[in-house]
């Protein structure tokens, strides 16, 4: 799949835990892709740290594994998702033939 037709299944939703089927995000919106892939979005999202709230400037927020991205470029944080995305496919393709052969 192409980055173009990755970005092409990009599906907004205001609650990602209906798309994921995961109490964990219940109240935070964002886009989900290729059914499993998301990136929240952040606009006006109050962090609460140290007993301070602070309201993010960022727009949306990428995190896969213990990495985490804050950007207002939603392309920029697509195009690194997709690059995980296509890792993934290229393993399970690479696992499939492998178990085939």
Wanted: net charge negative.
């Amino acid at each position: 799949m192409t980055f173009e037709e990755f970005q092409a299944t990009r599906t907004f939703t205001p609650c990602l835990a209906d798309m994921l089927n995961d109490g964990c995000y219940e109240h935070i919106a964002g886009y989900v892709y290729a059914d499993s892939f998301y990136i929240e979005q952040r606009s006006g999202y109050v962090h609460h740290a140290n007993g301070i709230d602070s309201v993010l400037s960022e727009d949306y927020e990428l995190t896969i594994g213990r990495e985490s991205w804050v950007d207002d470029d939603l392309e920029q944080l697509e195009r690194i998702l997709w690059d995980t995305f296509a890792q993934e496919q290229i393993a399970a393709e690479e696992s499939a033939y492998t178990l085939g052969a």
